[in-house]
């Protein structure tokens, strides 16, 4: 009597080649399964990037002229654009330095309108404001002058009403201003004051799409793409 049991060999290679051969049941065919196929795609690119502008970024236009020559903005009068920024939304980070540039929505101001602006001074610190020999107001944080280049012109005393004046910012919050120091409400006037860090939806990263200076010619100056702080 044989004892050894034999077993048949097995042709793993022709099994692997029926399974590849089998169809797929759920596989779209034919030309509404390449549409299927593209519009799932889409679907896809779009969630992910309403998701990034929701957490990381999004675009905001600037209108006004109180962040000018900086930025400029969209003007009511005119079919002028204005500039369209990358916005750092504060998901990522919530707080903010000196010279940052941030939009905030201030409920005080004109129903919580988005309002551009810079940041000047920070939770602890003391902003002061001097008449300087040149007759024009000079900004000082913590008894220290700042260098403002980027402003558009001086700050004449009797338009800013904060000549001599000194305002300790509380923690949490922000003091800011524009740019267009003449032409800017910002936290010098009580509608804004000083601004809740809770206000602030995030700060400028990039501009995106330069908008027409109807200052200069009404000109779209593409030079002034990317890197809003250089």
């Known amino acids: 009597m044989n004892t050894n049991d034999s077993a048949q060999p097995i042709d793993a290679v022709h ?9 797929n049941p759920f596989e779209p065919k034919g030309v ?6 593209m519009l799932h795609d889409m679907v896809c690119i779009l969630a992910v990037i309403v998701i990034g502008f929701i957490f990381a970024a999004r675009l905001v236009g ?3 002229i109180s962040m000018y020559p900086t930025l400029v903005g969209a003007k009511e009068s005119a079919e002028a654009m204005g500039d369209y920024l990358v916005l750092r939304s504060n998901f990522l980070s919530s707080t903010y330095e000196q010279g ?3 939009v ?3 409920p005080s101001f004109e129903d919580g309108k988005p309002i551009v602006k810079r940041v000047i001074a920070v939770g602890g610190q003391t902003v002061s404001f001097r008449t300087g020999e040149d007759g024009y107001l000079h900004v ?4 220290v002058l700042q260098p403002e280049e980027h402003i558009n012109e001086p700050m004449v005393p009797c338009y800013s009403g904060t000549d001599g004046s000194s305002f300790t910012v509380p923690e949490g919050c922000y003091f800011l201003m524009g740019d267009n120091r003449n032409h800017s409400t910002d936290s010098r006037f009580s509608e804004v ?3 809740d860090g809770r206000y602030i939806v995030g700060k400028a990263l990039w501009l995106i799409f330069p908008g027409q200076d109807y200052y200069r010619e009404n ?3 593409w030079s002034r793409f990317g890197n809003i702080y250089r």
């Open 140 to 143: 000082w944080v913590d008894g």
């Open 219 to 221: 000109a779209r100056r």
């Open 32 to 37: 509404s399964g390449t549409v299927y196929t």
């Open 62 to 64: 600037v209108s006004g």
């Open 100 to 102: 940052d540039i941030v």
């Open 15 to 23: 099994l692997t080649r029926k399974k590849e051969k089998m169809p």
């Open 104 to 106: 905030a929505c201030v």
């Open 193 to 195: 004051g000083m601004v």
